[in-house]
């Protein structure tokens, strides 16, 4: 069970489908929930989720990809927009990254100094999923076991702001002393 730092997410079960997921009580049939996402513009720059904003996969690759035309030598870009579905090749021990946790539901970065040390920046939990620790696993040594450091950082107030503090810790990170 995850640990939550923020209220936000208090009472969501954050590794059920969107299709289980409910709003004020009502639960969203899969059919519900398709009709309701093609409603919105295509062009959007966001996704609403239960009528909040967040960013969507694509916005948030293209982020990356914009950071790492910046930082050619910056190593560990993976497509992201796959989630927990995708096939992640092995990350170079060197590597930033921004990632959706398993349930595709919240973004986070971790990055792995010189040394292999990886480390996770969560702006709302305090700990990851079993998925996500065997996706993370898969990505740096392709075994089930892990160790990485969740480390410290600003907490959002908001459900939808994760992207914009993952954008945030991405960048400080690329511009900071890991010196890529």
Known sequence: MLKVKSSIFKGLNLGAPLSELSDQGTLLKE??????MACLPIVSLTQTCFLKLFLIGLIMYNIEVLLRNQFPHLPGLQNIVEGRYGVF?????KSLQTHKDAACVHWL????DKTGQVSLFDSVFDSVS????VQLAEIYTQKHTFKYIMQIMQQQKEFSDCGIFVTVVFTAIAFGPLSF
């Open 31 to 36: 059919t519900t929930l398709h009709a309701f």
């Open 89 to 93: 090749k092995t990350c170079p021990t």
């Open 109 to 112: 970065v971790y990055c792995a």
């Open 130 to 133: 079993d998925d996500f620790k």
